[in-house]
Nanobody, 125 residues
Framework: QVQLVESGGGLVQAGGSLRLSCAASGSTISSYAMGWFRQAPGKEREFVAAINWSGGNTVLAASVKGRFTISRDNAKNTVYLQMLSLKPEDTAVYYC??????????????????WGQGTQVTVSS
């Protein structure tokens, strides 16, 4: 089973940027779609972004479109989330996830079957 470890979170001022990384081990992720979710205190977990197995298709939540970019490097078994123009409402724990298929079939958490431990992103105003 694949293990996912997120990194790159931290504290940043509004308008700043961060790049999250998700390193996979135990199995290759090159055959699977990958994604990012986030959960803010007191709120439900929400979809942020997803990418298909090749990187040729991506989906972004409306709230982050134009500011966030998801990408992957299958040779490094790693997925990235580049976050620009961060806002205080982006503050959350960000989770990396794998899907059970090569393609993006769902933006529901039920559509993803492996989760990392999360990395905290805090955006100050």
């Amino acid at each position: 089973q694949v293990q996912l470890v997120e990194s790159g979170g931290g504290l940043v001022q509004a308008g700043g940027s961060l790049r999250l990384s998700c390193a996979a081990s135990g199995s290759t992720i090159s055959s699977y779609a990958m994604g990012w979710f986030r959960q803010a205190p007191g709120k439900e977990r929400e979809f942020v972004a997803a990418i298909n197995w090749s990187g040729g298709n991506t989906v972004l939540a409306a709230s982050v479109k134009g500011r966030f970019t998801i990408s992957r490097d299958n040779a490094k078994n790693t997925v990235y989330l580049q976050m620009l123009s961060l806002k205080p409402e982006d503050t959350a724990v960000y989770y990396c996830v794998t899907a059970g298929s090569p393609h993006i079939r769902s933006m529901s958490s039920n559509g993803f079957n492996s989760w990392g431990q999360g990395t905290q992103v805090t955006v100050s105003s």
